[in-house]
């Protein structure tokens, strides 16, 4: 009879715990659908804003054939994106030069300066959508708009995707540019014209 009662005790608590680990996986997936609710929602339903702690334009260029990466941040601006009508979709989005960083303090003095991007004149970075289209590729769009450094405006067009995420939607996407176009840097035997510069974009 004692044997008996403990394999029931046994039994009994092997359910609990089995209906506690559901009650917790279910918790889990409910939290993890709502999260995804909420970010599909925010596509369609408001203008979003970059979450500036995590948004930044990150850049590539070679000097003496060394790459040499940076960052600006600070971003600002206002988002709008519906995949289901992409004409309704607007970017307008725009990147502190004060900000920039190489990681090299000297070097980022330099580069605020006239020669480079002039960055008491001309404050902000501003990419600006004129259309949003669809991409031949599953999950990719197509950004064509306006990319305005210092007082000069050129014509772009890249590729982007975005990823829901329960603190946002992470829009990224590449391009190159040629700096001489927007007056930075002018002419050097030692420093690449291409300069390649990559968005990671958190939207709420």
Known sequence: MFVKAVTTLKQ???????LLLKYVTMKKVFGLIMGVVISVSALSQKTMAPVNGNSKVSFTIANFGIDTDGSI???D??????PKNLAASVFNI???VNSINTGNDRRDGHLKKDDFFDAEK?????????RIGA?????????IGELTMKDVTKTISFPFT???KPEGILFTGNFDIDRRDYGV???SATMSDKVRLSLSVMAK
């Open 185 to 187: 840097g002018g002419n």
């Open 73 to 75: 941040t600070g971003l």
């Open 162 to 164: 975005y990823i829901l």
């Open 94 to 96: 725009t990147a502190a």
């Open 12 to 18: 009994a608590i092997i359910i609990d715990f089995t």
């Open 135 to 143: 991409s031949q590729k599953a999950g990719e769009y197509i950004f």
């Open 77 to 82: 601006g206002k988002i709008t994106f519906e």
């Open 122 to 130: 001309f404050p902000v970075i501003r990419l600006q959508s004129t």
